[in-house]
């Protein structure tokens, strides 16, 4: 969980994710990839009409993150959203039926295995003083914590999957 905040994203593969966007975008950049298949887009004009599934939708999934669109779908009365599959097959889940023909769902790639294991295991063994900073025993318990920082190597292999949205950001 911290390292989907750190990165802006979602790791775990899940299928019939919906996400909204602007309806006036032509590129999606979705939270949870890479993107497998997209099942489709919806508009939605008023509460009565709800949901109205758009047929014959031309895009292009770039780089497994983006959603290229050829044209915007909507206009800035109207909101916008895909409905897709997406994610990585996580270590102990059950491996998901390939589509024949398509794209084959991607296990969570080893370094960030590895730093994950490397964090927990840190935290694991400084877990009697993970995060304190200050205790005054004085007329009560008073103990200060600070924000729990990620291991150097974990942080560098973080930055190669955070979200493009957060390329700015710095770890």
Known sequence: M????????????????????SEDASEVLVACYPVETVAGFELKSNKTDGWIKQEDTNYLIRQNCIISLACPLATWRQQARVIYTGGYVLPGDPDPQ???????PVRLPAGLEKAAVE????????????GV???????????QFAKMELLPNVSAVLKT???RKMEAKTF
Do not use: H, M
């Not at 964090?119 to 993970?130: E, H, M």
């Open 2 to 21: 911290q390292f989907e905040n750190v990165c802006c994203r979602t790791f775990a593969r899940a299928a019939d994710i919906t996400e909204k966007f």
């Open 133 to 143: 900073l200050r205790i005054w025993r004085y007329q009560g318990t008073y103990e």
């Open 161 to 163: 999957y955070a979200s």
């Open 98 to 104: 390939p589509l024949p023909n398509g794209p084959q």
């Open 119 to 130: 964090q927990v295991a840190c935290w694991f063994r400084n877990r009697d003083t993970l």
